[in-house]
Nanobody, 130 residues
């Protein structure tokens, strides 16, 4: 079982930056064995994958955020990060931290969509004004 708690959301103007964090509590397996990712959901839309990171540290990004967002993890702190730069109004929404399967090598696990995630955080809201 994994519990996830996100933080770092807020309101920024277009072009600004935010850094999201997600602290994990793991009870069966080491945090380092879980693939991790960030998803987001705007009102009236489906939850979509933003970025994923595998146990190897290999990352994967949605095309819409490539070059602007960076996902990283600190296994010692059991924390996942999402650095978001050059934010656009279309980046706004609820951002969710998710844990995928065990021992997934690369971040591409997020290509399976929200159904590929096994555990979810409660979300943190990001608002971007133009």
């Amino acid at each position: 079982q994994v519990q996830l708690v996100e933080s770092g959301g807020g309101s920024v103007q277009a072009g600004g930056s935010l850094r999201l964090s997600c602290i994990a509590s793991t009870y069966t397996y080491s945090y380092s064995r879980y693939s991790m990712g960030w998803f987001r959901q705007a009102p009236g839309t489906e939850r979509e994958a933003v970025a994923g990171i595998g146990v190897s540290g290999i990352t994967n990004y949605a095309d819409s955020v490539k070059g602007r967002f960076t996902i990283s993890r600190d296994n010692a702190k059991k924390t996942l990060y999402l650095q978001m730069n050059s934010l656009k109004p279309e980046d706004a929404g609820m951002y969710y931290c998710a844990a995928g399967g065990l021992d997934n090598y690369a971040g591409s696990w997020i290509e399976g969509g929200a159904s590929a995630a096994n555990y979810w955080g409660q979300g943190t809201q990001v608002t971007v004004s133009s």
